[in-house]
């Protein structure tokens, strides 16, 4: 689904600017993402992985090399087409929800489905079929501020489900979430793998990466495979 590569087989890097200074935020030579594929990449704060997940989501280009989406070089193709696709085929989940606060559960979920031209009454019953879905049925005209932690977390995983992305990228989605609330958020990675999308989580949680089918561990900005992925290889 995802590939990282260079056809002068440099490393794929991003290099972020900083007052003159220059941080080398990822470099990887390759990385294949397969299909369906569940994937964890594990690695402490300020390792890359956000940098990392932008560059898959289509949000920030690489400084050298490429990032293929579905056989295709996601920073070469017009600008246009590239947010088309990540509004419809590329579903993205953060550590902080990014739920806009003066709207309701519900209104939360319907943008994506306004941003791809649904109707007011396709917006409204895909947003409240998927809040049922994550249990939150009783909840769907309250505000973020009125909504657990984890419940809000429930609303951006159906705000990432509503155009049924093919692709999901989480970014430490079980950070800040107390036991109970990881591990629901936890089992709805595993349905939506058994969906057939394909994920790519990552965290500094060793525990939530051991439900992923295989692991990257990510390091200072350099991507390896860890042991696990060794074993099973
Ligand atoms: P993580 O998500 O693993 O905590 P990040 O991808 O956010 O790591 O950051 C990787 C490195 O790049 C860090 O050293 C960080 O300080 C630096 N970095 C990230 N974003 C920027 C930016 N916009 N400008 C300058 N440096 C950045
Ligand atoms: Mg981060």
Redesign the pocket.
């Known amino acids: 689904m995802f590939v990282l590569d260079d056809v002068t087989k440099r490393y794929v890097t991003?290099r972020?600017?900083?007052r003159g200074k220059e941080?080398?935020?990822?470099r990887a030579d390759h990385l294949d993402i397969p299909v369906g594929s569940y994937t964890a990449i594990v690695?402490?704060?300020?390792?890359?992985?956000?940098?990392?997940?932008?560059l898959f989501g289509g949000m920030l280009s690489p400084t050298t090399g490429r990032v293929h989406f579905d056989g295709r070089s996601l920073y070469d193709m017009p600008v246009a087409q590239r947010t088309r696709l990540r509004r419809t085929r590329i579903g993205f989940v953060f550590q902080t929800f990014n739920l806009v606060p003066y709207l309701t559960a519900l209104e939360n979920v319907e943008i994506p489905l306004s941003l791809i031209g649904k109707s007011a009454s396709q917006q409204r019953c895909r947003a409240e079929a998927l809040l049922r879905r994550v249990g939150l049925e009783d909840r769907m005209d309250h505000q973020p501020g009125e909504l657990s932690v984890g419940q809000q977390q429930r609303v951006a995983l159906a705000r990432t489900l509503a155009n049924e992305p093919e692709v999901i990228l989480a970014?430490?989605p079980t950070g800040n979430l107390d036991p109970d609330s990881r591990a629901a958020v936890l089992a709805f990675f595993d349905e939506m793998h058994r969906d057939g999308r394909t994920i790519v989580m990552?965290t500094?949680d060793a525990a939530a990466a051991a439900r992923a089918a295989s692991n990257l561990s990510?390091r200072?900005?350099v991507l390896s495979a860890s042991s696990r992925l060794l074993d099973v290889a």
């Open positions: 991003k972020h600017g900083r941080v080398v935020a990822f690695g402490p704060s300020g390792s890359g992985k956000t940098t990392l997940l932008s970014d430490e990552v500094h990510l200072d900005g």
